[in-house]
């Protein structure tokens, strides 16, 4: 059934939906499983050899190498998240199989899967992935680059050493700093639905199966019956949301392509995170409980949004039944049960959860401070932080602490390290390592003050020339300083020969229209004319060179205000997309 027939009956039935008895509260797993769980699906780097031909390094990055050996060459399915760690894994797997890179495929676009492509890229290597993956990994790693990079780092723990968080999960720690070097390399060859990729006898069937991401594919080796499902299935339960911000991921389709996979009668499930299942059995069974976890909480959102109960009891409430909860494979090790209700729950039906008082909320901070005075005012509820602490409340102690601190009430204490020791004390109670390295991050960062920035990512002339102008510009728009140009109607033109291409950016009260063409009515004539390659202006945007440079080159010429253009410019703030380092003579 597709999706939209699926929304058409949760309407109807929906009408008549009875109420829904809530559960107990669920109990997330213990800390205890974490240790165990980072030793035995993730442990010490090693290749494996799966079947005959194809080989997997396991715990060398938080994505396994999968490598299929041919006599034209090795095709390399997901290429890790840096160069210099895949460098190690592919020396490792080219001991076991040697030969050249005929091909490399990318089950989606995730930096974890494409991060260190470079080091497996010779002069023939073709790169394979489906036509959504340029799309979604320019979107995804563009716009909020700024929000991802900080959530991110706390997600995977970036300072927080491997005695508190062995593993991320899915893998190895990773490791942020390196993923800055990219190694990603755009692909040369894409499709849609099914292709049949053959090289030196051997024929990979690769298939589009959104999942985690709506340019997933999963590898059918019929040959050997081996099907690489990238990340739509590994050893924990699916990140249907993951708190380092993106989209929520398409559930029904998840469904979906699991579904597709159980169709192959695959003997070995050969994931892209985690170590394989073997056995025919095993791997139905591992597909089907998985994508009945999926289902069972989509479902049980529908049911209880129907019944009337708000998003926050629905996450409360949801769990997982006891023939499900009790599969290794849906432990909530990675993804989890509460954040993904909240995300379908967002994805379907929006923010608001029909409670009429949400509808014209108090203002934050003067609800906090309201609150705080009901409470007995700050000393009251720092002391009742320290109570909810000593008794192991420290998710209580959290929000009490959070309250007065959004309060901003004139002469309240410091509570960075009240704060820190319950954030500390709450992760070490939790075996989702998410959960935990966000907590653990996050209190580093409460006592250090300001988040440190994770560097400038280091973009190799390839990578740069294949990003979309329309990406830069779109980037550019969301970096305009508003409150400065408030007053402001002005516009520059930027024409790229190269590619017969030209872009109009328009500044008005407090926003940057991108128009791509020649200029909407009413746009006023542009203070200057911007003229360069497309090559050269992605490098100016980027901040890799300045416009003194371009120009004194030739590389770029200006007709109209060159002061016009440099405080049109230095409106928007620097870096990625900004255009900001434009420094003329």
Known sequence: MRRSSQLLLVLLVGCTSAPVEPPAPRALPSPSLLSEHCAEVVGEPRVLEVAEGVWAAVGYDLANTILVQTADGNVVIDAGMS???????????????????AAIVYTHSHIDHVGGASVWMEEATQVWATERFEDHFFKQYGVFLGAENARGARQFGRDVPLEQLPCSGLGRKVDIPAALDVGAVLPTHTFSGEHQLSIGGVTLTLVEAHGETDDQLFVWHE???????????????PNLYTVRGARPRPVDTWIESLDAMRRRGARILLPSHTVPVVGEEQVETALRTYRDGIQWVRDSVVRSANAGRSVDMIAAEVRLPPHLAEVPALAELYGQIDWSVRAIYANELGWFDSKAHRLYPTPPAE???????????????????AQAAAKGEHAWALELLALVGDAAE?????????????????ATQLANTNGRGYLLQSAIERRAGAVERQGKPTLSDAFVRSIPLTQIFEIMASKLR????????????FEFSDVSDRFVVTIRRGIAEVVRGESLPGTPA??????????????????????K????????????SKLGLLGFMNRFDRGFGAGGPLELP
């Open 526 to 547: 542009p203070l200057a004319t911007v003229r360069t390659d497309a090559r050269t202006w992605r490098r100016l945007a980027l901040g890799i060179e300045t416009g």
């Open 549 to 560: 440079d371009a120009i004194a080159d030739g590389r770029m010429e200006v007709e109209g």
């Open 223 to 237: 040959a050997q019956g081996v099907l690489m499902p990238g990340d739509n299935w590994y050893r924990a339960f």
């Open 83 to 101: 160069p210099s760690r895949s460098a190690v894994s592919r020396a490792a797997l080219l001991e076991k199989a040697p030969g050249p890179t």
């Open 482 to 493: 508003p409150a400065e140009v408030m007053d402001r109607h002005d516009s520059v033109v």
């Open 367 to 385: 609800r906090a401070a309201k609150m705080v005075a009901l409470m007995g005012g700050s000393p009251a509820v720092i002391e009742a932080a």
């Open 410 to 426: 004139e002469g309240a204490p410091d509570l960075s390290e009240a704060t820190a020791q319950s954030l500390e004390a709450l």
